[in-house]
């Protein structure tokens, strides 16, 4: 029973190695997905802005379009006198 104990040091030191290789990875995975759930925030946070400007731009454009439109029909206004 000696012998086999004596034999697997070996086996026993591969084994460790393996099982702190894994404990690395799973880390080194960990930290992937970390990044990967920053930066998909981030995306979903810049195409919000990309959005906001869109609608804000088209706030401004209704608001010149009423400006145009209101001056248009004063014109008109004008013109009948």
Same mark, same amino acid.
């Given at each position: 029973?000696?012998?086999? %104990?004596?034999? +697997?040091?070996?086996?026993? &030191?591969?084994?460790?190695? #393996?099982?702190? =290789?894994?404990?690395?990875? %799973?880390?080194? +995975?960990?930290?992937?997905? &970390?990044?990967?759930?920053? #930066?998909?925030? =981030?995306?979903?946070?810049?195409?919000?802005?990309?959005?906001?400007?869109?609608?804000?731009?088209?706030?401004?454009?209704?608001?010149?379009?009423?400006?145009?439109?209101?001056?248009?029909?004063?014109?008109?206004?004008?013109?009948?006198?």
């Amino acid at each position: 029973m000696q012998n086999d %104990s004596k034999q +697997n040091p070996t086996n026993a &030191g591969s084994v460790s190695q #393996a099982a702190k =290789l894994s404990v690395i990875a %799973s880390a080194i +995975n960990t930290i992937a997905y &970390g990044i990967s759930t920053i #930066a998909e925030a =981030l995306a979903i946070e810049e195409e919000a802005q990309q959005v906001q400007s869109s609608s804000d731009e088209l706030a401004r454009l209704e608001r010149k379009i009423d400006q145009l439109m209101y001056e248009m029909k004063q014109m008109r206004k004008q013109m009948r006198l």
